[in-house]
């Protein structure tokens, strides 16, 4: 899928990775959502994500964190998208405290999370204009990118990175 270049392909494409995402849920067993896997990868997130609540969560987190951020900037509350302790080459530690922060949470509330926020991000984007949204540098809080870009990545691109994970333990327990 092109990158979208209007809120309009932004918000379709949220919304069309999010449904494929819990559509390749909804096509596993209770038993299987509720599964734990061990996937191989390069990266630290495959040793980390261990079940698909996990996933889910995850996601969860980075929207609040993509909430949060917006919502103190747009009331002259200046704040950066990472907590001030974590940084781009340091976010990795900042999405192990998420999955300690949620061991005791549930699959069921994991969904209901995810859900919840998916919409409150869609209704953030649907009050900011094709020019705030694509304009770098249209906020000074967003630096030298977009804030399209922080909605992408927390949205789509996450969706997206959790679809291909999920994929990939369908197929485990499918041999």
């Not at 998208?81 to 061991?103: A, S």
């Not at 540098?137 to 977009?146: D, E, K, L, R």
């Amino acid at each position: 899928m092109a990158k979208p270049t209007n809120k309009f392909d932004l918000i379709i494409a949220s919304n069309l990775q999010f449904s494929k995402m819990f559509d390749l849920v909804n096509s596993l067993t209770n038993e299987e959502q509720n599964g734990s896997f061990d996937l191989d990868g390069k990266e630290a997130h495959w040793k980390r994500d261990k079940n698909i609540r996990y996933i889910l969560i995850h996601i969860y987190e980075w929207h609040v964190l993509l909430l949060n951020w917006v919502n103190s900037n747009k009331q002259n509350i200046e704040k950066q998208f990472l907590p001030e302790q974590y940084n781009w080459r340091t976010y990795g530690e900042m999405n192990v405290l998420f999955w300690k922060k949620h061991q005791n949470t549930s699959y069921s509330d994991s969904i209901k999370l995810l859900k919840s926020t998916h919409e409150s991000v869609m209704n953030l984007i649907e009050n900011f204009t094709d020019e705030e949204l694509f304009s770098k540098g249209y906020f000074p809080w967003t630096g030298g990118s977009t804030l399209m870009q922080y909605c992408l990545s927390t949205t789509s691109s996450h969706y997206i990175w959790a679809i291909t994970k999920i994929k990939k333990y369908k197929n485990s327990i499918s041999i």
